[in-house]
């Protein structure tokens, strides 16, 4: 079993949201194979100015797809961007499982991916995200939340606990914590434990 993994950047995403999960992802090369990609195959560059080579969406039979889709401030400019609303549509649509991080929830929202779906998103930015799903069944107090193929996590940090969240449903817990031992991070086992919500609430 192997996926290619899309992760999709766009000027202005949270280097972190991008980053941690790819650092997890890595250390099992056997079955995740990292593919960065744009709308238009550019340089894109992350809010902490940090550049990256991104790749054209390639369609490729018989290969299962993993999307992963960052936050960071350029998703309040992307929320509007009909053109890139369709393209997140349309890679959901190909891909096997969606994963996203802090506000990238946005713009699942506003593409209708998320419809009756539950789903969190970053608990400081959460009223400008949840305005962007009415339809969307927004959980207040979560880490991360999974809902069929969909997962969605808490701000930045958390999407290094929701992407060994997602290893322990397909691999199991015991390549879960085997992979945060590698990299030395003390995992958040419990999806529902939030503190930030009661931060900001």
């Avoid at 914590?177 to 958040?188: D, H, P």
Wanted: aromatic content about 10%; proline content about 2%.
């Amino acid at each position: 079993m192997s996926y290619i993994v899309d992760v999709l950047l766009f000027d202005d995403f949270e280097t972190l949201d991008v980053f941690g999960p790819v650092e997890i992802l890595g250390k099992l090369p056997d079955i995740f194979k990292l593919n960065f990609i744009s709308i238009d195959g550019e340089v894109i560059e992350s809010s902490q100015r940090v550049r990256i080579e991104s790749n054209l969406y390639k369609e490729e039979k018989d290969v299962e797809r993993i999307l992963i889709v960052p936050g960071g401030n350029g998703t309040r400019e992307n929320v509007s961007d009909e053109s890139f609303i369709s393209f997140i549509r349309e890679l959901h649509n190909r891909a096997k499982y969606t994963l996203s991080i802090c506000t990238g929830s946005a713009l699942l929202a506003k593409a209708g991916i998320l419809d009756n779906k539950r789903a969190t998103t970053n608990k400081k930015a959460y009223k400008w995200v949840t305005e962007q799903g009415e339809k969307v069944l927004w959980v207040e107090e979560a880490r991360w939340v999974q809902d069929g193929k969909l997962y969605t996590s808490s701000g930045v940090s958390a999407g290094m606990d929701m992407t060994l969240g997602f290893i322990e449903d397909i691999l199991g817990k015991a390549k879960a914590l085997e992979t945060s031992q590698r990299i030395e991070y003390i995992w958040n086992e419990d999806s529902t434990y939030d503190p930030f919500y009661k931060l900001y609430e």
